[in-house]
């Protein structure tokens, strides 16, 4: 829910104040494959019996710093994913800090608590390096869950590029872009 609700919230908020959701065909992104790539990764690790494999939080890692990479490369394009920059560093610190795994409150570990870690999580106690940048925010109800404030502020960016994206008026943009005659 961290990355769909900022999304769906910002389309929506952007619609409602005169925007078209059509403005989405109208980016053009430099490879956009890499954001693809790293969340089918993302997925894999944590969410499948791959979360198992100890060396592929490696390549969770890896394609984290893609993930960061590509948005920096992309700050010109999507008015906001600085934040989403900003936020996936927050997350890269704490998890290099904490020999490559995100760190996880215990009151939301679930099946870690038994395990101690799997995948790129691991349970949080008193050896956790930078606790405050770990997965600590308890989110209830039915949305329940864990995020980090680095995730809060990829929500928040992911949030605000969707809003920007879908209020953008594509006539503006051209005139502001273009060349005086």
Not at 35 to 61: E, F, N, Q
Request: proline share 5%; with cysteine.
């Amino acid at each position: 829910m961290v990355i769909l609700g900022p999304l769906i919230l910002g389309c929506v908020a952007g619609v409602a104040l005169g925007g078209k959701l059509s403005n989405w065909s109208m980016i053009r992104l430099r490879w956009p494959w890499v954001v693809i790539l790293a969340m089918l990764i993302r997925v894999a690790v944590a969410g499948t019996p791959l979360g198992r494999v100890d060396w592929l939080r490696y390549v969770y890692v890896a394609s984290l710093v893609a993930l960061i990479a590509w948005t920096m490369w992309n700050v010109d394009r999507l008015f906001g994913i600085w934040l989403v920059s900003i936020g996936s560093t927050m997350n890269l610190i704490v998890i290099a800090a904490n020999d490559f795994r995100m760190p996880v409150v215990q009151s939301a570990a679930g099946r870690l608590v038994e395990v101690g870690h799997q995948g790129q999580y691991t349970l949080m106690d008193s050896s956790t390096r930078l606790p405050w940048l770990a997965d600590w925010v308890l989110v209830p109800g039915w949305l329940g869950g864990v995020f980090s404030p680095g995730d809060a502020l990829i929500g928040v960016g992911l949030g605000v590029v969707a809003f920007a994206v879908t209020r953008h008026s594509p006539e503006s943009a051209t005139k502001l872009g273009s060349s005086p005659q």
